[in-house]
């Protein structure tokens, strides 16, 4: 069964500064990979999209990249500003349809 | 991007009592829609992946029996907790996809608290 991990659990760094969110996964065979941002008590907020077939993926700031054979991703933050603190998951998608999320990183940025 | 809506958004219901929560696909047909739990601090776990017009797929686990899931069309699903208890009380969140090779939306999610 797919197992997805993400690292670090938790993360504080002060704002402006440049962090990288890191996600693996145990089974390469993924049609896709999402990473997405999810505020306390809200629901999900997609952020990047990558197909198997892709290697990054960038929106504003934000820059994902993938190397499926190691099931790795990493989520890369430019600048960071308090306004990005969140809990982010990555999640990968099966050939069952189904999306198996990461535990999560929790990101703050301090003022 | 498309958008998926769930309703309500808050439920506060007593013991014993039965819960349905909505999850409609705005803009979209869904072909698939998945119903996820989240306890607090913790992942999603998806429940259960329903497609229009046939019974949910259920995940080891998770009882049929109580979570009732229904997609009578390629736009709603709905999901009812049977007589729920204080342990059912959760972050319940839908998602719906066109498929397999399409990206998933999601609901913004329901508090469901069991008194």
């Known amino acids: 069964k797919q197992e997805v991990t993400q690292i670090p659990a938790a993360l504080s760094v002060p704002e402006g500064e440049n962090l990288v969110l890191n996600c693996s996964f145990t089974?390469?065979?993924?049609?896709?990979l999402q990473w997405f941002r999810q505020d306390p008590g809200k629901g999900l907020t997609s952020l990047l999209l990558?197909?198997?077939?892709?290697r990054e993926q960038t929106s504003g700031r934000l820059n994902a990249s993938l190397d499926k054979s190691s099931g790795r991703s990493t989520l890369y933050i430019a600048a960071s500003q308090p306004g990005d603190s969140a809990t982010y998951l990555c999640?990968?998608?099966?050939?069952?349809?189904?999306?198996?999320f990461g535990t999560g990183t929790r990101l703050t940025v301090i003022p | 991007g498309a958008v998926v809506s769930q309703h309500p958004s808050r439920v506060i219901c007593k013991s014993g009592t039965s819960v349905k929560i909505e999850c409609r696909s705005l803009?979209?047909?869904?072909?698939?829609m998945f119903w996820y739990r989240q306890f607090p601090k913790q992942s999603l776990m998806l429940m259960a992946t329903?497609?229009?017009?046939?019974?949910?797929?259920?995940e080891q686990g998770v009882e049929k029996d109580k979570f009732l899931i229904n997609h009578a069309s390629l736009t709603l699903s709905t999901l009812t907790v049977t007589s729920a208890h204080p342990e059912d009380s959760s972050f319940y969140i839908c998602?719906?996809?066109?498929?397999?090779?399409?990206?998933?939306?999601f609901g913004p999610g329901t508090r469901l608290t069991v008194t």
């Open positions: 998602s719906a996809t066109l498929g397999l090779a399409y990206e998933q939306y």
């Open positions: 089974d390469s065979a993924i049609y896709n």
């Open positions: 990558i197909q198997s077939s892709q």
């Open positions: 999640a990968v998608k099966t050939g069952a349809n189904n999306l198996f």
């Open positions: 803009d979209f047909q869904a072909t698939t």
């Open positions: 329903s497609n229009e017009g046939s019974k949910a797929t259920y």
